[in-house]
Structures are given as structure tokens and as C-alpha cells.
């Protein structure tokens, strides 16, 4: 039988995580959903669509400024989960790298924690950049690395680091901070069609009561972090799961354990000029 590739992980681990995905990580993904929008224009009557849409929080609100908001995903029970939570909006099962629309369809894209879960994410904003109308606005979140101040990935990375390997044997993925370079952003979707690209840095906060209420956050509704911490020795996980357990401590304040996730916004414009197909 042939090696499961960075897709097929990818996919099971969200399958697999679709029922508790809103109780954890959609917590702290909400936190970019105004600014994501805000960066997307006036979205009154306009035709929006929301890649790797999760649970469907950002085309819920979408929709609820005004859009014609629709989502895809390529994990059925997500795409369960978000028709469920909004039955107002469209949600599709489908993959980011083959968007099953017609060309010009969209006013505004967007992919809130998407882009760094995907195979071939230069492929995907091609797809974006095609669907999207001359003119139209894309916008994309990412997390940033531990240098530009995650304490999230300094915390995790920096205990497997130090007590196992990040040199694990995993199907190969894009570098998982690509997308927080800014340079590498304009470099990606000018190259795509897109003008005017900007970035900018969100405030993302974990905020919860306990380092064992971290640890959970994590083994429940991680996925791409999670193969790296499964990959390791037995004995080594234990050792980084109490290094993780005493970082989130040293993040307490007061009753409370505070650990920055910033996320990297980035925002474009469809060009007139024709676009390269993928
Ligand atoms: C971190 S979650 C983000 C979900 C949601 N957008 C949010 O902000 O909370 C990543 C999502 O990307 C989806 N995904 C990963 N690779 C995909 C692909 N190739 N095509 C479509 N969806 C994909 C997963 O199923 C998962 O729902």
C-alpha cells in the first residue's frame, strides 16, 4: 500500500476533528474574522466565497454583512458542521487546489487558516485568483512564526526541539510559516494575478484556565502540529508534553494563561490583466 501523502493526513486529521473543532481552535480563528472581512471591502450583495471554510464562522458573517456568502471544504463533517451552523449559506465538500466554479464568479475570497494546510498552496490561490472577478478582493490568514512572536509555536516547536525532532519522517508540505513572510506574499500572488497585496499583523491570544486546558486545545484540534508531536519517541513526547505544560505556565496572569497566536492578514486585488492558468 502506498504512503499516505500531506493531503490524505491533512484530510483525516480535520475529518476526524469537525465535532469538537468549534469548542477549541474555532475560538481563536473567530478572533480574525472582522479584520479578515473589514479587509475584503463593502460586502452588501456581493458573492463571497470562504476556502477552507472549517465550520463556517467566516461565511456566517459574511453573511451577515450583507453577502452572498458560500463555503468549501474538503472534509465532509466540517462541511456538516458549517451547514449546520449557518443554513443560511452554501457549503460544499471540495478542494482548495480545484474550486468547481466558473471563472469571474466571485466579488470577494477568502481562506481563514487555510493556505498552510494545503499540498500545493501556490495552486490553490491560482484557483482563488481565477473565481474571483477583475477587481475583486482576496484575503488570507496565516499564523505567524515563533520569531515574529507566536508564543503558541515558540512554546510547542521549542519543546519538540529541545526534547525530540522536528526531523521527522512525514510526507512532505510547504513550509509551515511560507505565508507569514510578507515578501514571499507579494512575491506568491503578484506572480498569481493579484495587486496591491498587503500585510498585516492580528493579535491572536489563546486565553484559557490551566496549562492542561492548552495541552487539550492542542491534542484535540490541532492537525499539522500533531503529526509532528505523534511522530515522536514515546519517551520523548512525555518530556514535551510537561515542557509544553510548564511554557503555558510561565504564560499565566493572574487566573488566567494568556499565550499570544498572532496571525499574518494578507490582502490583494484581482488584476485586470489575464490571469496565468493553473
Ligand atoms: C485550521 S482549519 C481552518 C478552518 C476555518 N477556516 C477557520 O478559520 O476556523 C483548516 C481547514 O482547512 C481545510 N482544508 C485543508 N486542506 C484543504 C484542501 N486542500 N481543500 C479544502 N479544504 C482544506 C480543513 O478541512 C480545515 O477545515
Avoid at 475529518?15 to 475560538?27: C, H
Avoid at 515574529?148 to 525532532?165: C, N, Y
Wanted: net charge negative; aromatic share 8%.
Amino acid at each position: 500500500m502506498s504512503q499516505p501523502t500531506f493531503r490524505d493526513l491533512e484530510r483525516a486529521g480535520w475529518t476526524s476533528r469537525a465535532d469538537v473543532y468549534d469548542n477549541y481552535f474555532a475560538k481563536i480563528t473567530a478572533q480574525a474574522i472582522d479584520a479578515t472581512l473589514d479587509g475584503l471591502g463593502d460586502l452588501d450583495g456581493k458573492r463571497l466565497l470562504d476556502v477552507a471554510c472549517g465550520t463556517g464562522h467566516l461565511a456566517g458573517a459574511a453573511s451577515t454583512r450583507g453577502a452572498e456568502a458560500e463555503g468549501i471544504d474538503f472534509a465532509a463533517t466540517m462541511v456538516a458542521q458549517a451547514a449546520g451552523n449557518y443554513p443560511a449559506c452554501t457549503f460544499t465538500e471540495g478542494d482548495a487546489a480545484h474550486l468547481p466554479y466558473e471563472d469571474e464568479r466571485f466579488d470577494a475570497v477568502a481562506c481563514s487558516f487555510g493556505l498552510l494546510h494545503l499540498e500545493d498552496p501556490d495552486v490553490a490561490i491560482r484557483e482563488a485568483c481565477r473565481v474571483l472577478r477583475p477587481g475583486g478582493r482576496c484575503a488570507f490568514t496565516v499564523w505567524c512564526s515563533p520569531e515574529q512572536g507566536s508564543e503558541m509555536h515558540q512554546i510547542i516547536l521549542g519543546a519538540v526541539k529541545t526534547f525530540g525532532t522536528l526531523e521527522v519522517d512525514l510526507p512532505a508540505a510547504p513550509p509551515m510559516f511560507r505565508f507569514a513572510d510578507p515578501e514571499e506574499c507579494a512575491r506568491v500572488l503578484q506572480a498569481s494575478g493579484f495587486t496591491n497585496v498587503r500585510t498585516k499583523v492580528l493579535p491572536l491570544q489563546w486565553r484559557g484556565p490551566s496549562p492542561e486546558a492548552f495541552m487539550e486545545m492542542v491534542e484535540k484540534s490541532a492537525v499539522r502540529m500533531l503529526m509532528v508531536l505523534d511522530a515522536q519517541t514515546e519517551s520523548a513526547r512525555e518530556r514535551i508534553r510537561k515542557a509544553i505544560l510548564e511554557g503555558a505556565e510561565a504564560r499565566r496572569k493572574n487566573d488566567e494563561i494568556i499565550i499570544a497566536f498572532p496571525a499574518m492578514m494578507v490582502t490583494a486585488e484581482r488584476g485586470v490583466r489575464d490571469i496565468q492558468s493553473s
